[in-house]
């Protein structure tokens, strides 16, 4: 089955403006969460959404927010972009959250965001 | 609070070497430990993960790991690596809803 699809794979935006990015879940999965990737911070925790509602939440501004939608399918809106948003950010989904055994969190390529 | 920790940032292995990655938790409970491997330009691939009983777990692509509790350690193995092995690993612990991970453990594969 298809993976986790993450689009746009590369966005270039200038400070002060907003994005979007989108990430299609592996089908029948209902969770889906959101990472950071930076040489500097390494891969930090976002939000997680379940059944369209948030979860849990990682220790980021409120200019990062996210949704997730019936389908599973999961926004991530940042607003207000700054120089220190460019990263690469990481999709993953799962079935419940990936901490059964039975269940595994799958990563998509991620967004390549740069901040001019 | 959870942390992990990957002592090792940069690791250069010769090819059909064993290679041995290390990774210290800080947890309150058992935790749930996991490896992934990123490739460049890819994302997270899971390599294996323990959640509880046989504290030797093998994953995919031939490595395996054991969790030491008294160590607070979940290191990861591989007898023989392949030029193919050469990318960046990471150790996570998975608490409900999120996973932190380490800084990540570059490895360098040699001829």
């Known amino acids: 089955k298809a993976g986790v699809t993450q689009t746009p794979r590369y966005l270039i935006k200038t400070r002060g403006q907003q994005v979007t990015l989108s990430c299609s879940p592996i089908s029948g999965h209902r969770s889906v969460s959101w990472y950071q990737q930076t040489p500097g911070q390494g891969l930090q925790f976002l939000f997680e959404?379940?059944?369209?509602?948030?979860?849990n939440k990682g220790n980021f501004p409120g200019r990062f927010s996210g949704r997730q939608f019936s389908n599973s399918r999961s926004e991530m809106n940042v607003s207000t972009l700054e120089l220190g948003d460019s990263a690469l950010y990481l999709c993953?989904?799962?079935?419940?959250?990936?901490?059964?055994?039975?269940?595994?969190?799958?990563f998509g390529p991620g967004t390549r965001l740069t901040v001019l | 609070a959870q942390s992990v920790t990957q002592p090792d940032i940069h690791i250069t292995v010769s090819e059909g070497a064993s290679l041995e990655l290390r990774c210290n938790y800080s947890y309150g409970a058992t935790p749930y430990l996991f490896w992934y491997v990123q490739s460049p330009g890819q994302g997270l691939q899971l390599l294996l993960k323990y959640f509880s009983g046989d504290t030797l777990v093998q994953g995919i692509k031939g490595f395996e790991a054991e969790f030491k509790r008294s160590q607070s350690s979940f290191n990861l193995r591989k007898p023989s690596v392949h030029w193919s092995d050469a990318a960046e690993y990471f150790c996570a612990v998975g608490s409900w809803g999120k996973f932190q991970f380490g800084a990540g453990t570059q490895v360098v594969v040699t001829p």
């Open positions: 993953a989904s799962s079935l419940a959250g990936g901490l059964v055994s039975t269940d595994t969190q799958y």
């Open positions: 959404y379940f059944s369209e509602t948030q979860r």
